[in-house]
């Protein structure tokens, strides 16, 4: 399978594990046109409301606004951006939940590109 090509996309990826974010910034920036990163929900519902990314990767446990009230607020201003949960759990639970606020997919943490690049074809197709 070839990769797909998001080189006209836009994405907002929520982490906040410093580390995680510079290693999927590095990986975002080779395949986006345009990446943006926030630290946690909130400032993440800001750079939405400034950007409008093309998708979304968010983390689910995050402080301030967790990435599925996050999912859920931006599901409300908007139904068609793509929106990718990750989480450490890969809990029926947690997947439930972000299927219930309205996410596009979920991919397991600790995130593999492949899982990654699957779900975002799957969400923009």
């Given at each position: 399978m070839s990769e797909p090509d998001?080189?006209?996309k836009s994405v907002?990826?929520?982490?906040d594990d410093e580390d995680i974010r510079i290693s999927m910034n590095?990986?975002?920036?080779?395949?986006?046109?345009?990446v943006h990163l926030a630290e946690n929900g909130k400032i993440a519902l800001e750079m939405y409301d400034q950007f409008h990314p093309d998708i979304i990767i968010t983390d689910v446990h995050m402080p301030e606004m967790n990435g599925l009230e996050l999912t859920r607020r931006i599901r409300e201003k908007d139904a068609k951006t793509s929106i990718i949960v990750m989480s450490a759990f890969s809990d029926s639970e947690y997947f439930?939940?972000?299927?219930?606020v309205g996410a596009s997919g979920?991919?397991?943490?600790?995130?593999?590109?492949?899982?990654?690049l699957r779900a975002l074809t799957e969400a923009v197709s």
């Open positions: 998001f080189s006209q907002l990826y929520v982490e590095r990986f975002l920036t080779r395949r986006f046109r345009e439930d939940g972000a299927k219930s979920y991919v397991s943490k600790p995130v593999q590109r492949e899982d990654l």
